[in-house]
């Protein structure tokens, strides 16, 4: 393991976290808050470690794909161990683990949090929940290499290990070109978002936060009500920009260079958008007898439906009280989750896309033994190791389900509430049902659930693979190779 490379980049990236912490910091001085200290406190902790780090190892030009696993890892830790210093100085959470489940929730875009009552924080602090997801959206590493000059190789092997999904899809022939196509784009996005939200009448900073989480995907409420107080407008808005989110950003370089009429071509695309509208049609009628009107149906079920399939976790509406098919289907949907290369969490459309054509394959080899079929999306053949590591991925997700539903059984939950936890925090969505439900928060879970559940969260964002590999014993063994 090349630890002097790991450490001295690791060091260069709790000073860029440090510099991030100036934003809050200048939202803090506008509005007066007591707040301040603690963000000062906690930027000069995070740079001088990070100076401290940086000064005592090397810089080195190539990194391995396993030392950009493990810097990738540790640079998701350490953002959220680092990034929960305001919260604890600050004194607005119980414990200092607490404060690393809130962080965690907002870098992982999960939502997930422990406050019952934002509306009494401060608005730097609020402004920070929001970063840190906007932040953790398109990738807190790649946003680091995008900005870091003279990193070479090393950038493939961090953009490979941060965006593991079914495929590495480069815009460009440099990965920092990639990253900065994706960021530009994300950005835009961003501007455009906030001045509709401000036109329908939400105030900057809400407008600012709100839009942060939406593109992000993440759903940090804002108001204890989440979205449910605004009005239609701004619902229908962040609707929109929750799907927009959930789309590979790929597709949206490919627009803007070859225009719009191959967008609707993409498999994945059009089976997220089909997904989409029969779950809102299924949930509009399922719900209709509980309204008052077949619009405000409608605009529920497209919100929760586009909320949840991509992980945002914004909520409008108490839906833990919806008939049952409409519960279901959002536990369903919160595993689909978004494409492939967006913001969005859960397994990916794109791998239940491979699935799908992979069993199809197998059933037509049992009728013909010898033929040789291949598995082909956008006319493209899929690899074999594609296929193979999409059916490990989908054990994998299962077995860490069953075995954290069972720990969360263990802890005193109820069969459907110790799903849907686990659900929403390896999937990254946030809310879930019952005690951890809509109306609910995570609060009074255990610590001990509290670590599993901020453990699962990083596993869904940086999709198990980069993580659990660093369990195996030959991820640290050192092989000698013969003369």
């Known amino acids: 393991m090349n630890w002097n490379g790991i450490g001295n980049l690791l060091g260069r990236f709790l000073i860029f976290m440090a510099a991030t912490m100036a934003l809050p910091v200048a939202v803090a001085i506008y509005f007066d808050e007591w707040a301040l200290r603690s963000f000062l406190i906690s930027a000069f902790i995070t740079f001088f470690v990070g100076i401290l780090i940086y000064k005592t190892t090397k810089k080195i030009s190539i990194l391995t ?190 627009v803007l260079k070859n225009g719009i009429k191959n967008l609707f071509k993409d498999a994945e695309l059009k089976l997220y958008l089909a997904i989409i509208g029969l779950a809102t049609g299924i949930v509009t009628l399922n719900i209709l007898p509980l309204r008052q009107s077949l619009e405000e149906s409608f605009r529920q079920a497209i919100f929760q439906v586009g909320s949840v399939i991509t992980t945002t976790g914004f909520t409008t509406v108490n839906y833990d009280v919806w008939p049952v098919l409409a519960k279901f289907l959002l536990l369903l949907l919160m595993f689909i989750g978004g494409c492939a290369g967006s913001t969005a969490g859960g397994m990916k459309v794109g791998r239940f896309l491979i699935l799908f054509k992979n069993t199809l394959v197998g059933l037509k080899q049992i009728l013909h033994p010898n033929a040789v079929y291949s598995i082909r999306i956008n006319g493209k053949p899929i690899p074999k190791q594609v296929v193979s590591s999409t059916l490990q991925f989908f054990f994998l997700y299962i077995l860490i389900f069953v075995i954290a539903t069972a720990y969360m059984c263990f802890l005193g939950y109820d069969l459907p509430e110790a799903m849907g936890s686990v659900a929403a925090t390896l999937n990254n969505v946030g809310p879930s049902f019952g005690a951890v439900g809509p109306v609910a928060n995570y609060a009074d879970v255990p610590y001990s659930g509290k670590i599993l559940l901020t453990f699962l969260m990083l596993l869904g964002r940086l999709e198990l693979f980069t993580v659990l590999i660093m369990f195996l014993p030959d991820f640290w063994s050192i092989r000698i190779g013969r003369k």
């Open 65 to 254: 794909f396993k030392d950009g696993c493990t810097l990738v890892t540790l640079g998701w830790v350490s953002a959220s161990v680092f990034g929960a210093l305001p919260f604890h100085f600050a004194g607005v959470t119980p414990s200092y683990i607490d404060a690393i489940f809130e962080t965690m929730s907002g870098f992982t875009t999960t939502g997930a949090s422990i406050f019952k009552d934002v509306e009494i924080l401060p608005n730097s602090l609020l402004f920070w929940r929001a970063l840190t997801q906007w932040l953790g959206g398109m990738g807190i590493i790649v946003l680091f290499i995008t900005l870091l000059p003279n990193v070479g190789s090393v950038a493939m092997n961090l953009f490979k290990a941060e965006v593991p999904g079914p495929s590495t899809e480069k815009v460009k022939p440099r990965i920092q070109g990639t990253g900065q196509i994706l960021w530009l784009i994300y950005f835009f996005l961003t501007i455009i978002q906030i001045i509709l939200l401000m036109i329908f009448g939400m105030p900057f900073l809400e407008a600012v936060n709100h839009t942060f989480a939406t593109l992000a995907t993440g759903g940090f409420g804002f108001k204890n009500d989440s979205v449910a107080g605004y009005n239609v407008y701004i619902q229908y808005t962040i609707t929109l920009f929750m799907i927009i989110s959930g789309v590979n950003f790929s597709l949206y370089y490919f």
